[in-house]
């Protein structure tokens, strides 16, 4: 089993900026990808969309909508990813799931809640 923990989440102005941390223990075993999903408000689970998610040599990919705005990195510490966010606009508010795919399972966080307001 993997347990995914978030922090960071918040209130922010439209401009502002977040950073979103994820560590990921347990049962970790060889490769992964780490990343993050969002679910704006009045979407479903299976309505959630990537952000953003990191492979082990270091490749990210990026939706669309965040490009130039976000960066993605893996952290110091073994299994670790943060999500810098910049330029936040109201669209961006969701929750933000961190996620990591290991052992052909994917395995969620709790979610942190992202709110872009003036």
């Known amino acids: 089993q993997v347990e995914l923990v978030e922090s960071g989440g918040g209130l922010v102005q439209p401009g502002g900026s977040l950073r979103l941390s994820c560590a990921a223990s347990?049962?970790?075993?060889?490769?992964?990808?780490m990343g993050w999903y969002r679910q704006p408000p009045g979407k479903t689970r299976e309505q959630r969309e990537l952000?953003?998610?990191?492979?082990?040599?270091?490749?990210?990919n990026y939706t669309d909508s965040v490009k130039g705005r976000f960066t993605l990195a893996r952290g110091n510490a073994k299994n670790t990813i943060s999500l810098q966010m910049n330029s936040l606009k109201p669209e961006d508010t969701a929750v933000y799931f961190c996620?990591?795919?290991?052992?052909?399972?994917?395995?969620w966080g709790q979610g942190t809640q992202v709110t872009v307001s003036p």
């Open positions: 996620y990591m795919f290991n052992q052909l399972r994917n395995y």
């Open positions: 347990g049962n970790i075993v060889g490769f992964n990808i």
């Open positions: 952000v953003a998610h990191i492979f082990p040599s270091g490749f990210t």
